[in-house]
């Protein structure tokens, strides 16, 4: 079980997600290899966790089996905590997901988290290939109730490899989700626009029900936050926002494209921006909708994140951050990472 030790934002625990973003120019082989040597770096650096998502049929991210790259990463480290962020609940049976984490657990004991979604394939054609449907996210409390009883030896039978409750266990809680979490004793993440979104000086509504309505569980004796922010940092903002732009146009084209492509050069998308002859077309609402995803990140100098970082978690009471966003520039990416991990260490 994790340490619930409140932390002040000065030394924070923070972790990275990474989606496995694909790059233009670059395999999908190349993205994943380069996934576990990042989660190699994290671990010299000193991160606490590194987690994958799932996503199916995604042009631009090349994670879709989170359990399957996580055994890749923590054969390849060894001390590192690896996990999901996160397994989409509703694409699979409970029993499966339980199984496969518990394996983890027996191959890599103390190293391993199960970070829980409740989204369903994007499309008619994945759910359709994933036998689900829309609905099947609506059964995900009691999926969680049956994944959690495999999990602690509660289920209609034994699950192999046991887990007795070893496997920490996070939602991944937007509205019902924090109730969820609380009810089961469970951790959580938190992310999106409510992390932005302050009236005065009160705190996160959500998540001030969630500590309210938590109740102790064999996973967590005490409630416990992570936040996840888009977040990079450089020598200055200006090379930050390099950093997180081109995520941020992608975004942006998928709401008009429908699909989320693969990330391009920060060179193409400022010449796309500033109108440059020869660039292609963009629209003001093309900019404005980059301008709303970069708002709903942190990127700056060391300075401006720290400070960022600290009012986030003032705002929230959280645990740990969790570092998310995918960047096309690797140099970049990884002066980022040792940027962020010599701030709250």
């Known amino acids: 079980m994790p340490d619930m030790t409140s932390h002040p934002a000065t030394s924070l625990p923070v972790s990275l997600l990474d989606r496995a973003n694909t790059i233009e120019g670059s395999t999908e082989a190349e993205v994943l ?4 040597a990042r989660a190699q770096r994290a671990e010299r650096l000193g991160y606490s966790r590194f987690w994958v998502a799932e996503h199916h049929g995604v042009p631009g991210i090349a994670g879709s089996t989170p359990t399957l790259l996580m055994a890749a990463i923590a054969a390849a480290t060894d001390r590192l905590r690896v996990g999901s962020g996160g397994v989409m609940l509703p694409n699979h049976q409970p029993l499966v997901v339980a199984e496969q984490a518990a394996t983890l657990q027996a191959l890599f004991p103390g190293r391993i988290d199960l970070g829980l979604g409740r989204s369903v394939g994007f499309t008619p054609a994945v759910r359709s290939a ?10 995900f ?3 969680l109730a049956e994944l959690l009883g495999f999990l602690g030896g509660t289920g209609p039978f034994t699950a ?3 887990d007795h409750a070893t496997t920490p266990v996070f939602v991944l809680a937007t509205g019902q989700g924090l109730r969820w979490a609380a009810e089961a004793g469970l951790a959580v993440v938190v992310g999106g626009p409510s992390l ?11 998540l001030a029900r969630y500590r309210r309505d938590f109740r102790p569980s ?3 004796a005490e409630p416990y936050v992570i936040v996840s922010v888009n977040l990079a940092v450089a020598d200055t903002r200006e090379a930050a926002r390099d950093l997180v732009l081109p995520e941020a146009w992608a975004l942006a084209q998928s709401r008009v494209k429908g699909e989320f492509r693969a990330l391009e050069p920060v060179t193409d998308i400022r010449a796309r921006l500033r109108g440059e002859a020869g660039a292609g077309p963009v629209t003001d609402r093309d900019r404005r909708r980059v301008e709303e995803n970069l708002a709903s990140g942190i990127h700056g100098t060391p300075g401006e994140v720290r400070a960022a970082v600290e009012s986030l978690v003032d705002f929230t009471g959280a645990d740990e951050l969790l570092v998310t966003g995918g960047m096309s520039d690797p140099a970049g990416q ?9 701030l709250f260490s």
């Open 141 to 143: 409390p009691e999926d």
């Open 160 to 162: 192999r490899p046991q």
């Open 33 to 36: 290899n380069g996934v576990i």
């Open 130 to 139: 994933l036998r689900r449907d829309k609905e099947a996210a609506q059964q």
């Open 218 to 220: 064999p996973w967590f």
């Open 196 to 206: 932005f979104q302050r009236r005065g000086d009160a705190g996160h509504e959500g």
């Open 334 to 342: 990884r002066r980022s990472d040792e940027l962020v991990a010599g």
